[in-house]
Protein backbone atom coordinates (compact mmCIF):
# COMPACT_ATOMS: atom_id res chain seq x y z
CA UNK A 1 0.00 0.00 0.00
CA UNK A 2 1.52 3.41 -0.71
CA UNK A 3 2.02 5.77 1.46
CA UNK A 4 -1.10 8.21 0.06
CA UNK A 5 -3.45 4.97 0.18
CA UNK A 6 -1.80 4.71 4.02
CA UNK A 7 -2.96 8.11 4.75
CA UNK A 8 -6.52 8.07 3.25
CA UNK A 9 -7.47 4.57 5.40
CA UNK A 10 -6.03 6.13 8.21
CA UNK A 11 -7.88 9.38 8.07
CA UNK A 12 -11.32 7.15 6.88
CA UNK A 13 -10.58 5.60 10.00
CA UNK A 14 -10.30 8.37 12.49
CA UNK A 15 -13.44 10.32 11.03
CA UNK A 16 -15.19 7.10 11.44
CA UNK A 17 -13.87 6.98 14.82
CA UNK A 18 -11.12 3.96 14.69
CA UNK A 19 -8.34 4.81 16.22
CA UNK A 20 -5.14 3.20 14.91
CA UNK A 21 -2.16 2.36 17.46
CA UNK A 22 0.63 2.79 17.12
CA UNK A 23 1.41 4.34 13.86
CA UNK A 24 4.82 1.68 13.11
CA UNK A 25 4.56 -1.60 11.57
CA UNK A 26 5.09 -4.71 13.91
CA UNK A 27 9.03 -5.68 14.40
CA UNK A 28 10.68 -7.53 11.32
CA UNK A 29 7.93 -5.68 8.43
CA UNK A 30 9.10 -3.02 6.12
CA UNK A 31 8.99 0.45 7.35
CA UNK A 32 6.55 2.19 3.98
CA UNK A 33 6.31 5.60 5.33
CA UNK A 34 9.17 7.57 6.33
CA UNK A 35 9.45 9.55 10.56
CA UNK A 36 8.31 12.38 8.40
CA UNK A 37 4.86 11.05 6.66
CA UNK A 38 4.14 9.49 10.10
CA UNK A 39 3.82 12.61 11.70
CA UNK A 40 2.14 13.82 8.92
CA UNK A 41 -0.69 11.18 9.56
CA UNK A 42 -0.47 11.75 13.48
CA UNK A 43 -0.67 15.67 12.65
CA UNK A 44 -3.88 14.76 10.68
CA UNK A 45 -5.15 12.28 12.85
CA UNK A 46 -5.10 14.18 15.72
CA UNK A 47 -6.44 17.21 14.10
CA UNK A 48 -9.68 15.38 13.31
CA UNK A 49 -10.18 13.99 16.84
CA UNK A 50 -9.27 17.55 18.21
CA UNK A 51 -12.75 19.31 15.69
CA UNK A 52 -15.09 15.71 16.61
CA UNK A 53 -14.68 16.73 20.44
CA UNK A 54 -15.29 20.35 19.96
CA UNK A 55 -17.95 19.02 17.82
CA UNK A 56 -18.90 16.82 20.69
CA UNK A 57 -18.40 20.08 22.95
CA UNK A 58 -20.65 22.27 21.23
CA UNK A 59 -23.57 19.60 20.95
CA UNK A 60 -23.47 18.93 24.49
CA UNK A 61 -23.09 22.38 25.55
CA UNK A 62 -25.81 25.62 25.80
CA UNK A 63 -25.18 26.23 21.75
CA UNK A 64 -29.26 26.59 20.31
CA UNK A 65 -30.42 23.91 17.64
CA UNK A 66 -30.97 27.14 15.08
CA UNK A 67 -28.15 29.33 14.78
CA UNK A 68 -28.12 32.52 15.80
CA UNK A 69 -28.74 35.44 13.46
CA UNK A 70 -25.31 37.33 13.78
CA UNK A 71 -22.90 37.07 11.14
CA UNK A 72 -19.84 35.77 13.53
CA UNK A 73 -22.62 32.97 14.49
CA UNK A 74 -22.08 30.35 11.36
CA UNK A 75 -21.21 27.17 12.35
CA UNK A 76 -18.81 24.92 9.50
CA UNK A 77 -21.82 23.41 7.62
CA UNK A 78 -23.32 27.19 7.42
CA UNK A 79 -20.05 28.77 6.28
CA UNK A 80 -19.66 25.75 3.60
CA UNK A 81 -23.39 26.28 2.56
CA UNK A 82 -22.97 30.20 2.28
CA UNK A 83 -19.71 29.37 -0.27
CA UNK A 84 -21.45 26.60 -1.90
CA UNK A 85 -24.85 29.38 -2.87
CA UNK A 86 -21.71 32.18 -3.57
CA UNK A 87 -20.31 29.63 -5.94
CA UNK A 88 -23.22 28.99 -7.71
CA UNK A 89 -24.83 32.48 -8.34
CA UNK A 90 -21.81 34.18 -8.53
CA UNK A 91 -18.76 31.95 -9.47
CA UNK A 92 -18.08 34.19 -12.91
CA UNK A 93 -17.90 37.07 -10.85
CA UNK A 94 -15.25 39.61 -9.56
CA UNK A 95 -14.40 39.12 -6.16
CA UNK A 96 -16.75 42.01 -4.84
CA UNK A 97 -19.18 40.50 -6.44
CA UNK A 98 -19.36 37.23 -4.88
CA UNK A 99 -19.17 39.01 -1.47
CA UNK A 100 -22.08 41.09 -2.16
CA UNK A 101 -23.85 37.68 -3.11
CA UNK A 102 -22.74 36.18 0.27
CA UNK A 103 -23.61 39.80 1.61
CA UNK A 104 -27.53 40.00 0.55
CA UNK A 105 -27.58 36.23 1.53
CA UNK A 106 -26.43 37.47 5.17
CA UNK A 107 -28.87 40.68 5.00
CA UNK A 108 -31.84 38.29 4.85
CA UNK A 109 -30.89 36.33 8.01
CA UNK A 110 -31.51 40.16 9.52
CA UNK A 111 -34.50 41.09 7.87
CA UNK A 112 -38.01 39.83 9.74
CA UNK A 113 -39.35 39.03 6.00
CA UNK A 114 -37.00 36.41 5.65
CA UNK A 115 -36.64 32.68 7.36
CA UNK A 116 -34.61 32.82 10.47
CA UNK A 117 -31.83 30.69 9.43
CA UNK A 118 -28.75 30.19 7.04
CA UNK A 119 -30.55 27.15 5.16
CA UNK A 120 -34.51 28.76 5.64
CA UNK A 121 -33.13 31.65 3.41
CA UNK A 122 -30.85 29.36 0.99
CA UNK A 123 -33.74 27.03 0.31
CA UNK A 124 -36.83 29.57 0.40
CA UNK A 125 -38.89 28.62 -2.60
CA UNK A 126 -37.48 30.20 -5.89
CA UNK A 127 -35.16 32.85 -4.11
CA UNK A 128 -32.22 31.38 -6.11
CA UNK A 129 -31.91 30.03 -9.06
CA UNK A 130 -28.18 28.31 -8.51
CA UNK A 131 -30.43 25.91 -5.77
CA UNK A 132 -32.77 25.12 -8.16
CA UNK A 133 -30.55 23.89 -10.80
CA UNK A 134 -28.46 22.81 -8.61
CA UNK A 135 -25.39 24.58 -9.87
CA UNK A 136 -24.52 25.56 -5.98
CA UNK A 137 -23.37 22.20 -6.19
CA UNK A 138 -20.45 22.68 -8.07
CA UNK A 139 -17.65 22.31 -7.00
CA UNK A 140 -16.65 25.21 -4.41
CA UNK A 141 -13.32 27.65 -5.38
CA UNK A 142 -11.05 29.32 -2.42
CA UNK A 143 -12.58 32.41 -3.50
CA UNK A 144 -15.95 31.83 -2.78
CA UNK A 145 -14.71 30.47 0.69
CA UNK A 146 -13.09 33.76 1.32
CA UNK A 147 -16.06 35.89 -0.23
CA UNK A 148 -18.15 33.67 2.31
CA UNK A 149 -15.84 34.25 5.14
CA UNK A 150 -15.40 38.18 4.23
CA UNK A 151 -18.99 38.47 4.33
CA UNK A 152 -19.75 37.19 7.75
CA UNK A 153 -16.93 39.64 8.88
CA UNK A 154 -18.87 42.49 8.18
CA UNK A 155 -18.12 43.25 4.64
CA UNK A 156 -21.03 44.39 2.48
CA UNK A 157 -20.02 46.04 -1.11
CA UNK A 158 -24.33 46.10 -1.14
CA UNK A 159 -25.11 48.87 1.00
CA UNK A 160 -27.92 45.92 2.53
CA UNK A 161 -29.55 44.81 -0.36
CA UNK A 162 -31.79 42.39 -0.24
CA UNK A 163 -32.08 41.08 -3.60
CA UNK A 164 -29.78 40.76 -6.56
CA UNK A 165 -30.20 39.84 -10.22
CA UNK A 166 -28.98 39.92 -13.75
CA UNK A 167 -30.25 42.70 -15.83
CA UNK A 168 -29.41 41.00 -18.82
CA UNK A 169 -31.90 38.05 -17.94
CA UNK A 170 -34.14 39.93 -15.07
CA UNK A 171 -38.05 39.61 -16.72
CA UNK A 172 -39.75 40.73 -13.29
CA UNK A 173 -41.51 43.64 -13.20
CA UNK A 174 -41.58 43.46 -8.87
CA UNK A 175 -37.76 42.76 -9.24
CA UNK A 176 -37.18 46.42 -11.39
CA UNK A 177 -39.82 48.35 -8.93
CA UNK A 178 -36.74 47.91 -6.03
CA UNK A 179 -34.57 50.55 -5.31
CA UNK A 180 -31.07 49.83 -6.58
CA UNK A 181 -28.10 50.43 -4.20
CA UNK A 182 -25.04 49.27 -6.23
CA UNK A 183 -24.28 47.35 -9.80
CA UNK A 184 -21.10 45.30 -9.01
CA UNK A 185 -20.00 42.68 -11.92
CA UNK A 186 -23.17 41.49 -13.66
CA UNK A 187 -25.25 41.50 -10.88
CA UNK A 188 -27.39 44.60 -9.95
CA UNK A 189 -28.28 44.64 -6.37
CA UNK A 190 -31.16 46.21 -4.34
CA UNK A 191 -33.07 46.24 -1.23
Known amino acids: MNIKKTIATLLIFATIGISI ?18 LQVAKAITEKEQIQKEDTT ?4 SRPKEPQVSRG ?5 EVTLLAMVIEGEAADEPYEGKVAVGAVILNRLED ?5 TLS ?5 DLAFESVMNNQYKRPLSQESVKAAQAAIHG ?19 WVWSRPVTDQIGKHVFAK
Do not use: I
Open 58 to 61: VKNN
Open 73 to 77: NLNRN
Open 120 to 124: GVVYE
Open 112 to 116: KQFPK
Open 155 to 173: SDPTKGALYFWNPVTAKSK
Open 21 to 38: VPLTKPAGQADVAGNKEK
